[in-house]
């Protein structure tokens, strides 16, 4: 609740504090040209917009807390997005401002002292200076504005497929090149029955010929009933042995106030029926051996695990029993966390896959670097990580959560493909 607050205080003074900065950029106008900013109607219109979407957020905060419905959440996803393509390009242009006039005033400085000025002179046609750095401001501030609309209309969709080569000695031979499919986090609810485009990853999947899809959880954002309808669409997913699947911290109801303990509880049978009812194999802190002509791998399962204040439900010591003989084991856990504080140099998992991160729906890549926010809030927050001999992969999810974009973090769809041989990874 405090982290509610200390979020809307932070969005109120955000909105408030551009819009204040831009209204005295404007009215620094020396030409005095912009005169429908000028008091009282202009700045009545000009405030009216942040004092919207203060309002709208309270109001939708407040019916998001204690939604019984997954449409709130839709509309607070749009909300958001529409706040964003305003205040980004409000923010970039005033940064896009400030810095140019800030780096032309220490040109200048330079120039008013020899030869910079003597060489500038004449080379551009001369606007003034005003014009200028409110053409620099609106460049900058459609960065912003076409990423986001790029994000909404294409980005959110646009699936990637990422490959990774994983090798092990003790991988039984018969299992020798079995290929996994991984999806994460799909959350149902914000997906808003956006079927067809499912049905495009469900056909690159099984484009694919998987032996195992695993999906690492959030299969909602709260509610049971965003899994309706999607059965048409998951169940075509195909796999040679199999298709398991696990809870994430959103299929517990978590994110909304119920009326009662048997209201959520219910809520949370029902998801869990649905994983099944969707042709997963609900793995609750609970394992199952794999066999193929007498050779075994084991698959476990946990619930959700996670540091504060992400549930901590997951047992892996129950998960794991029953198991210690296999040779190969495979752990399916949606917080990478976890892997951190339970798995790693602590159980012979040799792979365990999670999700979680989204890789915060936004990044940056360029050929084999890639950087994002999320890599300053999750230690492990996208792709394959190794420690001794345990391997992680974090996938960067499928659907998408806050809101319906996702710039530069594509929607991912995992192939990893087991070999036996001298432990290492390639990846593709
Ligand atoms: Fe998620």
New binding site residues.
């Given amino acids: 609740m405090r982290y509610s607050l200390g979020a809307f205080i932070g969005f109120v003074i955000f909105t408030i504090l551009i819009d204040y900065l831009l209204h005295r950029l404007i009215h620094s106008d020396e030409t005095k040209r912009i005169k429908h900013f000028s008091f009282p109607n202009g700045t009545f219109w000009y405030y009216s917009v942040p004092t919207f979407f203060i309002f709208s957020f309270s109001g939708l905060y407040a019916m998001v807390q204690t939604a019984s419905s997954s449409n709130v959440y839709v509309y607070f996803q749009w909300f958001l997005v529409s706040y964003l393509a305003i205040y980004l390009p409000k923010l970039f242009y005033y940064l896009g401002y400030k810095i140019t006039h800030r780096a032309i005033r220490v040109k200048n400085k330079f120039a008013s002292d020899g030869k910079l000025k003597k060489m500038n002179e004449g080379r551009y046609p001369s606007i003034s200076r005003k014009k200028f750095l409110s053409q620099v401001g609106i460049v900058m501030a459609s960065v912003p504005f076409i990423s986001l609309l790029f994000g909404v209309l294409k980005g959110r969709f646009s699936f990637s497929k990422q490959y990774t080569k994983l090798s092990f000695p003790n991988l039984p031979d018969a299992f020798d090149g079995i290929k996994i499919v991984q999806i ?2 799909l ?1 149902l609810g914000s997906l808003n029955s956006n079927y067809e485009e499912m049905e495009e990853a469900v056909r690159l999947i099984n484009d694919e010929h998987p032996d195992l899809i695993c999906f690492t ?2 299969l909602v954002n709260n509610f049971y009933e965003e899994t309706i309808g999607w059965e048409k669409v998951f169940t075509k997913l195909n796999a040679r042995i199999g298709k398991f699947s696990i809870l ?3 299929d517990y109801g978590d994110y909304s106030k119920w009326p009662s303990a048997h209201a959520k509880q219910h809520n949370l049978n029902n998801i869990k029926s649905a994983h099944n009812r969707l042709g997963f194999n609900l793995l609750n802190n609970k394992s199952q051996t794999l066999e193929i002509n007498g050779d075994k791998i084991a698959i476990s399962g946990v619930e959700n695990w996670g540091h504060h204040p992400f549930p901590q439900y997951g047992d892996l010591k129950k998960a794991s029993r029953g198991i210690e003989e296999i040779p190969f084991k495979l752990l399916l856990s ?1 917080d990478p966390d976890h892997w951190d504080a339970e798995v790693k140099e602590k159980t012979d998992y040799d792979l365990t896959l999670s ?4 890789g915060m729906q936004f990044g940056i890549t360029f050929k084999n670097f890639q950087w994002s926010p999320a890599k300053y809030k999750f230690r492990r927050w996208a792709g394959l990580y190794n420690e001794g001999k345990n391997f992680l992969y974090v996938n960067r ?1 499928l ?1 998408y ?1 806050g809101m319906p974009v996702r710039v530069g973090m594509p929607p991912e769809i995992t192939i990893i493909e087991l070999t036996k041989g001298p432990m290492g990874n390639d990846m593709m």
């Fill in positions: 994460s986090d959350h959880g959030d994430g911290n959103h949606h999700g979680h991160t989204h999810g659907g959560l």
